[in-house]
């Protein structure tokens, strides 16, 4: 049987192993270490950031950003709805409620007009946010200044979520540096990897040694161990760090081939009628991390749920674009402002194979099995 295409899988550069076996030699296998504190200082050249914190996964990182920014039991936060679970569930770890909010055709990200109409209506019933969680998806960056200023003009702290946008832009800088504090993740799925790691950014050096002192059990100075806070064990390996050392200086190279990627689907499927690719923003540059489609099924001939049993069937991994978190069974009672284009987007959207390690054959192989597909149904009629 033919090896299977999968959706992203983790692609190592020359150093990694370098950096780790150097970890191995010095005995530094604990969750501090010097390539810990390198990772941050190489992270905040990377994405133009004053401080970072390295912790053990991009949910930890948003799980302390929301408690620094002083989310809690009853507050509500307002956050993308079209998104992984992972952008929400910390919100729930607080005792906190979510508040979803609908996507804009133009970008996949959080729609500023809802936005701001949202943070109106609330500021009416007295019921501001505690903080506002932007969700940068798939590679792109949302439109941050409209956001950010409407956050400003009612206080409300905006954290940003770019898991998944690690090497894009918005207006020349990086998502992820804009906000109160920003995220990444480094599970194995992503642009770079560190098997499982996040990172959390602020201009505010407070917040990140505060985040530090969260992450390695809140101890405070005293030669026993002394706790006035409830603290977590959430610091990121110095083995897991020697990886991500060497990932970060390919991560240039990883955009490239996975806008690539995006570039040679779009040649081979962009005027198939009923296709339509998510589309990218003007204000910056997006990795394209996942290339995402839209299937007009009409217009196509197929659907998307047929479309993805086909790619299945030959080993191709694709997977619908991620299910709205308002329509989950763990948020059903939260409110939500909008809703249907996130429904729409999750209704006909696919995720394409986008690994930075695939081959141009590979490609090929996903690109005549969709072509298939419109094909057979065609010749049907
Ligand atoms: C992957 C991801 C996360 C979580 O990161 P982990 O490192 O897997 O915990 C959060 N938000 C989004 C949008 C993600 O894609």
Sequence with gaps: MAKPILLSTPHMGDREHQFVTEAFETNW?????PHVDAFEQEFCLAVGSSHATAVSSGTAALHLALKLVGVGVGDEVFCSSLTFSASANPIAYLGAKPVFIDSDRLSWNMDPH??????????????????????????????????LAACQQYGVPMIEDAAEALGATYKGRSPGTFGTVGIFSFNGNKIITTSGGGMLVSEDASITS????????????????????IGYNYR???VLAGIGRGQLLVLSDRVAARRHNCEVYEKALGNLPGIEFMPEAPWGSATRWLTCLTIDPAAFGADREQVRLALAAEQIEVRPVWKPLHMQPIFADCDCF????????FDRGLCLPSGSNLSDEDLDCVINAIVKCARVRSSNK
């Design 29 to 33: 296998i604990a969750p501090i270490g």
């Design 114 to 147: 809802l936005l701001q109409a949202a943070l109106e209506q609330r500021a009416k019933v007295g019921k501001l946010p505690k903080a506002v969680i932007l969700v940068h998806l798939y590679g792109q960056s949302a439109d941050i200044d409209p956001i």
């Design 210 to 229: 505060k985040a530090k002192f969260l992450a390695t059990q809140a101890r405070d100075p005293a030669p026993h161990y002394q706790h006035s806070e």
């Design 236 to 238: 990121l390996s110095n």
């Design 338 to 345: 909008g809703g249907e284009v996130a429904e729409d987007l």
